[in-house]
């Protein structure tokens, strides 16, 4: 698997795991340990995108 490819899996894991974590804040709100892995996953992401486009 290339390395770009690795990169495209992880950002889509990434993805599902924000939107699953906002779908929970959204109906039950989420504790401090949860929005600091939110804002940590989101911080992931925007750095595995910076990454892929400096390919």
């Known amino acids: 698997m290339a390395y770009d490819e690795v990169l495209e899996r992880r950002m ?4 599902r795991r924000i ?3 906002i ?3 959204n109906q ?3 504790g ?3 929005g600091q892995f939110l804002q940590r996953t ?3 992401l925007h750095q595995t995108n910076f ?3 400096a390919k």
């Open 42 to 44: 989101i911080k992931e």
């Open 32 to 34: 401090k340990q949860e």
């Open 19 to 21: 939107g699953e974590l």
């Open 12 to 15: 889509e894991m990434l993805k």
């Open 28 to 30: 039950y709100g989420l």
């Open 23 to 25: 779908a929970k804040d």
């Open 51 to 53: 990454e892929l486009n």
